[in-house]
T-cell receptor
Framework: GAVVSQHPSWVICKSGTSVKIECRSL??????MFWYRQFPKQSLMLMAT?????????EQGVEKDKFLINHASLTLSTLTVTSAHPEDSSFYIC??????????FGPGTRLTVL | AQSVTQLGSHVSVSEGALVLLRCNYS??????LFWYVQYPNQGLQLLLK????ATLVKGINGFEAEFKKSETSFHLTKPSAHMSDAAEYFC??????WGGGNKLTFGTGTQLKVEL
């Protein structure tokens, strides 16, 4: 099946700093990418949907100025957590879909904000 | 609006026993339903999906699920559990399409434990 990678797999940062997470589709062109957030022992919550070349669509309650999403190419989307705080610590997962419409999930990024 | 309810946040079975993970959905339109598996610190892997064709869907690793409209259910089963099946399982629903450009709503997950 199609492969989606995320980088980094884990990151620790100080409160107030910004962190960028990359999501790449390695062997297909992803017209749509999704960003999810998962708290320990909980389900995935969709944060935003991004289409290549367009602004991301954020779910209700997600601060678009805090979670900046860029989908500049058909193989790369980035999520930047700006001015991170401890409550932003979570597991962030991206998924990507191409022409066949199936979502393929990345391995996730563990963010810890001290 | 659509939603998914997974009954039982933890299920424990013996190796070789039947696995049954429950999922009930709510959707105002005919749903597309999915089961995903997640191993620790990893992303999600699709086990199977229902897209309005056959109501009994077979997936990978010996899993299958049956869509029952009258019961609004999509329970996941496997006849004989293996130690490698221990993981978190998520049921998800999409109100249109099968999860490509369309949003997925996930259940809260069921942690499957397989004991010797």
């Amino acid at each position: 099946g199609a492969v989606v990678s995320q980088h980094p797999s884990w990151v620790i940062c100080k409160s107030g700093t910004s962190v960028k997470i990359e999501c790449r589709s390695l062997d297909f062109q992803a017209t749509t990418m999704f960003w999810y957030r998962q708290f320990p022992k909980q389900s995935l919550m969709l944060m935003a949907t991004s289409n290549e070349g367009s602004k991301a669509t954020y779910e209700q309650g997600v601060e678009k100025d805090k979670f900046l999403i860029n989908h500049a190419s058909l193989t790369l989307s980035t999520l930047t957590v700006t001015s991170a705080h401890p409550e932003d610590s979570s597991f962030y997962i991206c998924s990507a879909s191409g022409r066949d419409n199936e979502q393929f999930f990345g391995p996730g990024t563990r963010l810890t904000v001290l | 609006a659509q939603s998914v309810t997974q009954l039982g946040s933890h299920v424990s079975v013996s190796e070789g026993a039947l696995v049954l993970l429950r999922c009930n959905y709510s959707s105002s339109v005919p749903p597309y339903l999915f089961w995903y598996v997640q191993y620790p610190n990893q992303g999600l892997q699709l086990l199977l999906k229902y897209t309005s064709a056959a109501t009994l869907v077979k997936g990978i690793n010996g899993f299958e699920a049956e869509f029952k409209k009258s019961e609004t259910s999509f329970h996941l089963t496997k006849p004989s559990a293996h130690m490698s099946d221990a993981a978190e399982y998520f049921c998800a629903v999409s109100d249109s399409g099968w999860g490509g450009g369309n949003k997925l709503t996930f259940g809260t997950g069921t942690q499957l434990k397989v004991e010797l």
